[in-house]
T-cell receptor
Framework: NAGVTQTPKFRVLKTGQSMTLLCAQD?????MYWYRQDPGMGLRLIHYSVGEGTTAKGEVPDGYNVSRLKKQNFLLGLESAAPSQTSVYFC???????????FGDGTRLSIL | EDQVTQSPEALRLQEGESSSLNCSYT??????LFWYRQDPGKGPEFLFTLYSAGEEKEKERLKATLTKKESFLHITAPKPEDSATYLC??????????????FGKGTKLSVKP
């Protein structure tokens, strides 16, 4: 019963490098979300998707891109990583707008 | 501006010492308030959803209540395993943000044996 799985769990990048974070859910949920969590701040929404092939901007979308080519996967990309993007990234999914979001265990990303 | 404020930031209790956590909000078009528990190194785990003032939900030693401007998470006779950060989030229901959540910064609860 995996739920929401995020890979990798940890990563260290150098400024300017690119990478993709993968989120996979096995609950057949339509909605998927990417958040970042920083010390002293609440979870902030980066991008979200309301179904396969759709994406939308959240509160803090700059510097990130996303894709939802398959219903079960939601990818978060950093094209040119910056130290300000050092954070813990969480993926979540929900069956619709009303139901609670279910979270993965996060990707801890450090950018030097 | 939509805001969710949780207090206190940190709370230390002795085992068995009951207390409450507060979540106050100023949002337009509230459509649900959520409580989550987050353990170190883990993602938030869903606890409760409240939709209308006066509503209450219970789970083991936890009880969540909702008024028009705030929610309380009451912890009765807590145990060390209740130690975690508790997050509050409100769901918006207007414009293009329908369904999106705004999170508070959380209350870190420590329960000592």
């Amino acid at each position: 019963n995996a739920g929401v799985t995020q890979t990798p769990k940890f990563r260290v990048l150098k400024t300017g490098q690119s990478m993709t974070l993968l989120c996979a859910q096995d609950m057949n949920h339509e909605y998927m979300y990417w958040y970042r969590q920083d010390p002293g701040m609440g979870l902030r929404l980066i991008h979200y998707s309301v179904g396969e092939g759709t994406t939308a901007k959240g509160e803090v979308p700059d510097g990130y891109n996303v894709s939802r080519l398959k219903k079960q996967n939601f990818l978060l990309g950093l094209e040119s990583a910056a130290p300000s993007q050092t954070s813990v990234y969480f993926c979540a999914s929900s069956s619709d707008r009303v139901q609670p979001q279910h979270f993965g265990d996060g990707t801890r990303l450090s950018i030097l | 501006e939509d805001q969710v404020t949780q207090s206190p930031e940190a709370l230390r209790l002795q085992e068995g010492e009951s207390s409450s956590l507060n979540c106050s909000y100023t949002v337009s078009g509230l459509r649900g308030l959520f409580w989550y528990r987050q353990d170190p190194g883990k993602g938030p785990e869903f606890l409760f959803t409240l939709y209308s003032a006066g509503e209450e939900k219970e789970k083991e030693r936890l009880k969540a209540t909702l008024t028009k401007k705030e929610s309380f998470l009451h912890i009765t006779a807590p145990k060390p395993e209740d130690s975690a950060t508790y997050l509050c989030a409100v769901r918006l229901n207007y414009g293009g943000s329908q369904g999106n959540l705004i999170f508070g910064k959380g209350t870190k609860l420590s329960v000592k044996p």
